[in-house]
C-alpha cells in the first residue's frame, strides 16, 4: 500500500509532497482509497462534505469504531503525516482478518478530507464540515493562492458544494482512533514505538494585512516611502519575541507580497502566523499583541481558524493504554482530526508512531518500517478491544 502512495503528488525536486484539497494528487489518493476499500469487501461511501468512509459491518443500526486519518498534505510536506494513518488502518483491518477476528460492531476507515488546510486555510476543514464547526458558506467562498474558491474547486472535481453537517455520518460514529506519525521527538526520547495522545494544544491560524504604497524602487527617498515590509519585518520579530515570552510557538510560514515585483515596493504584505501554546491564555496573549502590531501599521489581523484545547476523552485513553501495555503518553501541538471530533463530543484518542527525525511537515519526516509494524499491530489491538463486543 505504502508503495502505491509513494509517487502520488510527489515533487521530485524536493522529495516532499503536495497533496492539495481537490486537485489531480487528491483524486488520485481518493481512487486508492476506494480501490484500498473495495479489495477488503468494504463499503465505501463519501459524506456531504467529502469524506471517505469505509466500513466493515452495517454501521446504521449500531454506531461503529472508527479509524483513519487524512491523505492531503501541506506544501512539500512528509510522506507519513496523515497516510501513515490510513494505510495504518487498512493493515490493521488485514492484520485482524489473518486472525480470523469477527468484529461484534462495525468498523470503519475513514479519509477527511482537506486537513491540513494547505489549499484554503483552515486545517481539519473536512472534519469541521462533518461536525458543523466550519459554515458551509464560508468554506465555499475560500479561496486558493490562483482565486479558485473551494466551491469552485468541488465543482471542478465532480462535488456537490451541498456541504454541512452530516447526521446520518456522525450517527454511525460511535469511537474515533487516529494513528499519527509522531511530529516531535517525544518517543525517540521515551525510546518507545508508540505512544497514546492525551491532549492537543490550542492553536491559531491568522492573517495579517499590511498596507503600503507602491513606488518605484529606485526613485522612492526612503522618507517618502510607506513600506509595509518594514511593518511584516516587525510582526516576525514580534512573533518569536513573544512565543519566548509566553512559552508559546508561532509561525510567520506564509506571505504574499502584493504586486511582488523585483522593482517595486508592495502596495500590501499579507502574511499568515500560526500560534499555539499548551495553555490557551498564552496563545492568547501572544495573538493580542500581534494584532496590537498590525493594527498600529495601519493593517488588520484576521482569526481563520481557532481551536481550543482538546483534551482526549480518558477513558477511552486509558483504555487504548491498557490494551497496549500501559506505553507512553504524550501531549502534541499538532492538529488532527481526531481533535476535531472529541471537540463536538465523540469519544476520541490518538496513537502516536515514533518518528526518528522528529521532524514533520517536511521531506524529513520519517518512520521506521518496524515501528509502523509496531503501530499496525497497535491498531489492530486496540480495534479489536474496542470491537470485541456490541457495546
Ligand atoms: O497544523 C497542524 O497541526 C496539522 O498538521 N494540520
Ligand atoms: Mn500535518
Ligand atoms: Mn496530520
Redesign the pocket.
Known amino acids: 500500500m505504502w508503495a502505491e502512495l509513494a509517487d502520488v503528488g510527489r515533487n521530485p525536486a524536493t522529495g516532499g509532497y503536495r497533496r492539495f484539497a481537490w486537485t489531480r494528487a487528491d483524486h488520485d489518493l481518493r481512487e486508492w482509497f476506494t480501490a484500498a476499500a473495495v479489495s477488503r469487501g468494504l463499503d465505501v461511501t463519501v459524506d456531504r462534505c467529502g469524506n471517505q468512509w469505509a466500513w466493515w459491518g452495517e454501521p446504521d443500526t449500531v454506531p461503529g469504531v472508527v479509524t483513519g486519518s487524512h491523505l492531503d498534505s501541506?506544501p512539500d510536506g512528509g510522506a507519513f503525516?496523515?497516510p501513515l494513518g490510513v494505510v495504518s488502518a487498512f493493515a490493521a483491518v488485514d492484520a485482524l482478518r489473518d486472525k480470523g477476528f469477527m468484529p461484534a460492531r462495525p468498523l470503519g476507515v475513514v479519509n477527511f478530507c482537506d486537513e491540513?488546510g494547505a489549499r484554503f486555510g483552515i486545517a481539519c476543514a473536512g472534519s469541521r464540515l462533518l461536525t458543523g464547526a466550519l459554515a458551509p458558506e464560508r468554506a465555499l467562498a475560500l479561496s486558493d493562492v490562483d482565486g479558485v474558491t473551494m466551491a469552485g474547486a468541488l465543482a471542478t472535481a465532480g462535488r456537490s458544494t451541498d456541504i454541512g453537517r452530516d447526521e446520518q455520518a456522525l450517527r454511525r460514529v460511535a469511537t474515533f482512533v487516529e494513528l499519527h506519525v509522531e511530529q516531535g521527538r517525544g518517543l525517540v526520547e521515551l525510546d518507545a514505538p508508540v505512544a497514546v495522545a492525551s491532549a492537543i494544544w490550542p492553536h491559531g491560524r491568522y492573517r495579517a494585512e499590511l498596507p503600503g504604497q507602491a513606488n518605484h524602487a529606485g526613485t522612492t527617498r526612503l522618507e517618502d516611502r510607506v513600506d509595509p515590509t518594514l511593518a511584516y519585518a516587525r510582526l516576525i520579530l514580534a512573533a518569536r519575541r513573544s512565543a519566548q515570552t509566553h512559552g508559546a510557538v508561532a509561525t510567520c510560514g506564509k506571505v504574499r507580497f502584493a504586486p511582488n515585483g523585483v522593482n517595486a515596493i508592495p502596495s500590501l504584505v499579507t502574511a499568515w502566523v500560526d500560534v499555539r501554546a499548551p495553555a490557551g491564555d498564552d496563545a492568547r496573549a501572544v495573538i493580542a499583541e500581534l494584532a496590537a502590531l498590525s493594527e498600529q501599521a495601519g493593517g488588520t489581523f484576521t482569526e481563520e481558524s481557532l481551536t481550543g484545547a482538546t483534551t482526549f476523552d480518558t477513558e477511552l485513553r486509558r483504555r487504548l493504554a491498557a490494551a497496549l501495555g500501559e506505553p507512553p503518553v504524550l501531549a502534541t501541538g499538532?492538529g488532527h482530526d481526531a481533535g476535531i471530533l472529541a471537540a463536538a463530543g465523540f469519544p476520541a484518542g490518538m496513537l502516536f508512531v515514533r518518528n526518528p527525525t522528529g521532524v514533520?511537515?517536511s521531506p524529513a519526516e520519517f518512520a521506521e518500517r518496524d515501528d509502523c509494524l509496531a503501530g499496525v499491530t497497535a491498531l489492530a489491538a486496540v480495534l479489536a478491544d474496542l470491537t470485541r463486543t456490541p457495546e
Open positions: 501541506v503525516d496523515g491540513e499538532a514533520s511537515h
